[in-house]
């Protein structure tokens, strides 16, 4: 079922860039026999999933959606795609992304972009824009994302379905690409929020291949969703409801607040101070780890190689013109300069700073609030090609996600109305390690 409808709807859509057709009967056949021979089912038995190509899978390509990894076949699996395993799902194939993770509307693929379903003339958004298209076109029954500083959240909400990340720490970075080490987290890209608990509770874990592995017990997620959220203590900034928010998507953040009401929940309005400073922090931050994690990248070790190099240097310097795309070299610019001697001080460390201010506004509200809400984004997709020529436009659109991520703490994504003909996204903010109550949260609310 899952590939007929790839069939019929992947020409447009365009989320996928490896398919695996054979291995995915093999595995499903596989599963099959398991069961007549009276194994016990996994938690996502024989469902198709989907997994965001930076995520490495054994045997199948993983191209980070760029040129520089167009050949590069992985003999291992990431942790995740381990566990995806284990739990008895079916990889259907690798889905679309901005080339390294870096971007917000998938047209940073080095392939093709990938279209919303809702409006093909619209962005899915990114980084995981692939995933979440995947998943809302009916392709796969989940797909796994990765979120940075908003690359789960964000194209959920522009696609109309449920995108958690987790708390920094929970799920194994092992096998997931590096853009920002300090920042990603793998997370469950789905269609309702218990499909979300699912997926979560397969992939969460301690992991000694990942030295940033929290090492913590993991819950039940799925018996959280009890429908029950009376006397939950919300908080809403400001800041995010300000300047800069589509006034039909804070229409729709305000019923949904509403509706929390109508089910028992409070809410007030608080205040994150340091919100103004969080995308500046975070593209110097994230642009410097990524600078230093793409260094691997030299022609040698992964990947494609130039021809007819001069020397050895020669060929770094070719392989890294022809392999990167423009919105990659910009980032290892701006963190190659970011860190550099003279300007450490001045960008670098003052921006791990404010991160820390960043972190304790959060830590401020939790004490008094259980749960934070706000919109994932502030407004609706975009057209495709609307905001290419202009990044800066561009990183804004992260400005209610960034926070989340510098802070390290959980959210999720749910659908919330519509505004101007498309999805609207809630973000569910909580405590770290807490996704036990923003998992019952968004549940009781969607
Ligand atoms: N859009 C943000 C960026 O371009 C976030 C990306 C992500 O979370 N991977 O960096």
Redo the contacts with the bound molecule.
Sequence with gaps: ASFSRIAATDASIQSFLTLNEEGARAAAAELDKALADGGEQGILFGLPAGIKDNIVTEGLLTTCASQFLRNYDPIYDATATKKLKAAQAVTIGKLNM?EF????SNENSSFRPTRNPWNTDYVPG??SGGSAASVAAGQVYFALG??????IRQPAAYCGIVGLKPTYGLVSRFGLVA?ASSLDQIGPLTKNVEDSAYVLQAIAGYDPNDSTSANVEIPDYVSALSGDVKGLRIGVPKEYLGQGIDPQVKEAVLAALKQFESLGATWEEVSLPHTEYAVATYYLL?SSEASSNLARFDGVRYGVRAENPDNLLDLYRKSRSQGFGQEVKRRIMLGTYALSSGYYDAYYLKAQKVRTLIKQDFDNVFQNFDLIIGPTAPTTAFRIGEQVGDPLTMYLN?ICTIPVSLAGVPAISVPCGFANGLPVGLQIIGKAFDERTVLRAAHAYE
Excluded: P
């Design positions: 901005d993770a870096m971007g917000g990114g980084s990765s979120d940075t500083g908003g690359s853009f994230a992260d």
